[in-house]
């Protein structure tokens, strides 16, 4: 969303709710960009570890210890 200056100041409590949603919100001065709003706190991660704990098969634990046999095939 891009808005003029003249326009944002009585528009200034949406443009803060827009940013806090995620939303691009661009303020601009005769029509060029020149200033940005943006969350002040970071947004939460999209991505959760974990999420598909116990529906993947076959994942190997890197840090267990192998077997001999699987050892010797690294030598």
Excluded at 12 to 17: K, M, N, Q, R
Aim: proline share 7%.
């Amino acid at each position: 969303m891009q808005m003029n200056i003249a326009e944002a100041k009585a528009k200034l409590s949406e443009l803060v709710a827009a940013a806090e949603r995620g939303e691009d919100v661009v303020l601009a001065r005769g029509g060029h960009p020149v200033a940005r709003i943006v969350p002040a706190s970071p947004r939460a991660p999209k991505f959760r570890f974990g999420i598909a704990a116990g529906e993947v098969q076959g994942v190997p634990d890197l840090l267990e210890h192998m077997s001999e046999e699987d050892l010797a095939l690294w030598e």
